[in-house]
């Protein structure tokens, strides 16, 4: 017997103990089976060989009928005994190399990594496929750390692309975080996940038909998003830079029309200046810090703001919890790492947003976005913070940084200084507006993220679009007010730059930008 063609899309693995207790195992698994999974993994850890063996006849006699492969988990004695289409081990079980010997070269092998290191021994051993955990925290596991995607890519851009072996992410997937672990796990190399592995999302549930279903529309609309086959979700043409900014005076109109609700978790210390610096631009800001909120705020505000600012327990699991239902609502989400740099705390932080939330604009100086760029995966130089500020030179090559991390994590990218870059990726640009007095005072870049809110909310397809904005503006404010005779240090600057907020004219964004294209 040949070894079995094997589709990894949806691929189940069982838990007795979290089968939800309104059916069998057995009518959990044909459920499954006829919304889409897969493949099966019968996984009974408390079970002595004879009565697993008992149960897995039972099973292979289901899987068999639907003509899907079952494989055992970590027992060789009960795969062979059953004549199982394969196994799976773990990284402290049987070894890759000895699992082979005993089930023969026709027989599918997975072995469980967590490491590239892991991974690339298990291409070397000879493994069918990885499973690639633990991805978030899950009922069945209790692991030291968890991966998310920007893990999980790590490994997968570790494996040649021109490999043959396979790869299924496991460890909390579920209906709500399929699409957006597959699409920002996907490599630079190419590679993108085979399938995902469910365990509660599937045999939990109250109808197992319906969340394999639910599981593997997600899984396919992922993978034809990432290889360019999805012509449907595929975000309309990119508008040229130039087209961009004639919309500029427009943009402001609208926003002051409609005057958008944004939700921020924002830090104390300017909590109070970035609410009015939305009101003075036309917006109108939610400072709603508590997580028992963020599921109704997300039905009625038009996007969000995470600001790491002021980092409590409660301000994190908001925000968490908040990005979740913004994406779930489709509302843009803009993050501003505040200090991402300057503490472990800060950047493990960061990377918690970044794994468990989808992004739609990065907001950060030089620091911040040397340290997104490091958790990501982009080799560039560090640049040193001190406090929530960067210090010392800048990137050499501020542009082709921006735009290599826009790239990478599928959003747009804005970083500030002396310049302001902004990148989707695609379009780069330089914007030279501002001045020195924006940097002397305490809340100007926090402010500028919640502008560059208000404008995504009111340009729901062209995020690039709502940066370049939301930054010019208040750019421009920040000009008109040192400009004013009345201004006569960065005390006098602060009030008079949320009055230019709200005198700014729409035909300024125009006529008075200066902005180069990369």
């Known amino acids: 017997m040949s070894k079995p063609v094997v589709d990894y899309s949806v691929y189940l693995v069982t838990d007795s103990g979290l089968n939800n207790p309104s059916r069998t195992l057995l009518q959990s698994i044909e459920d499954s089976i006829k919304g889409g999974v897969t493949l099966v993994q019968l996984r009974e850890k408390d079970l002595d060989t004879a009565a697993f063996t008992a149960l897995a006849r039972q099973v292979h006699a289901v899987t068999k009928k639907y003509n899907v ?182 943009l402001l109109k609208t926003l002051r029309e409609k005057s958008p609700l944004t939700h921020h978790i924002s830090n104390y210390v300017v909590m109070n200046d970035t609410a009015n610096a939305t009101l003075a631009l036309g917006g109108s800001p939610i400072m709603a810090p508590s997580a028992a909120e963020a599921e109704d705020l997300s039905k009625v505000v038009s996007s969000v703001v995470l600001n790491i600012g002021t980092l409590t327990d409660s301000f994190v699991d908001c925000m968490l919890v908040a990005g979740k239902h913004a994406n779930a609502q489709h509302k843009p989400v803009i993050l501003d790492p505040v200090g991402a740099g300057a503490t472990s705390l800060r950047e493990a932080t960061t990377r918690r947003i970044l794994n468990h939330v989808h992004v739609d604009i990065i907001k950060g100086n030089a620091g911040e976005i040397a340290t997104i760029a490091k958790l990501v995966g982009c080799e560039t130089e560090a640049i040193a913070m001190r406090g929530v500020d960067s210090v010392g030179g800048g990137f050499a090559d501020p542009a082709n940084v921006v ?116």
Do not use: W
């Open 403 to 518: 735009k290599a991390v826009a790239k990478r994590e599928r959003c747009v990218v804005a970083m500030t200084g002396k310049v302001d870059y902004v990148s989707d990726g695609e379009r780069t640009v330089a914007i030279d507006n501002g001045h020195e007095y924006q940097g002397r005072i305490t809340g100007s870049g926090c402010m500028i993220a919640s502008s560059i809110a208000s404008f995504a909310a009111i340009s729901p397809n062209d995020h690039f679009a709502a940066a370049v904005a939301g930054i010019l503006a208040l750019n421009l404010a920040g000009e008109h007010a040192a400009a004013r005779s009345d201004v006569r240090g960065p005390g006098t600057f602060r009030a008079a730059f949320i009055d230019e907020m709200a005198n700014l004219k729409p035909e300024d964004l125009l006529n008075e930008a200066r902005i180069r294209v990369l």
């Open 69 to 250: 492969p079952l494989l055992i988990n970590d027992n060789l004695e009960v795969a062979l005994a059953i004549d199982a289409e394969g196994a799976h081990v773990g990284q402290d079980d049987t070894t890759c190399i000895e699992a082979r010997r005993k089930l023969g070269p026709n027989k599918i092998l997975g072995i469980s990594t967590g490491t590239p290191e892991e991974a690339r021994k298990a291409l070397a051993d000879g493994a069918d496929y990885i499973g690639i955990g633990t991805c978030y925290m899950t009922q069945t596991k209790s692991p030291k750390r968890t991966l998310g995607p920007i893990g999980v890519r790590a490994i997968l851009e570790a494996l040649p692309a021109e490999a043959a072996m396979r790869t299924v992410v496991i460890g909390g997937i579920k209906e709500d975080n399929t699409y957006r672990t597959v699409v920002h796990s996907a490599g630079k190399n190419g590679r993108v996940l085979d399938g995902v592995a469910v365990v509660t999302g599937i045999v939990g549930a109250k109808d197992a038909k319906v969340a394999s279903e639910n599981l593997l529309r997600e899984f396919r609309a992922a993978v034809d998003l990432v290889s360019g086959k999805s012509v449907a979700s595929s975000p309309p043409p990119h508008k040229a830079v130039d087209a961009v900014l004639r919309e500029f005076p427009s």
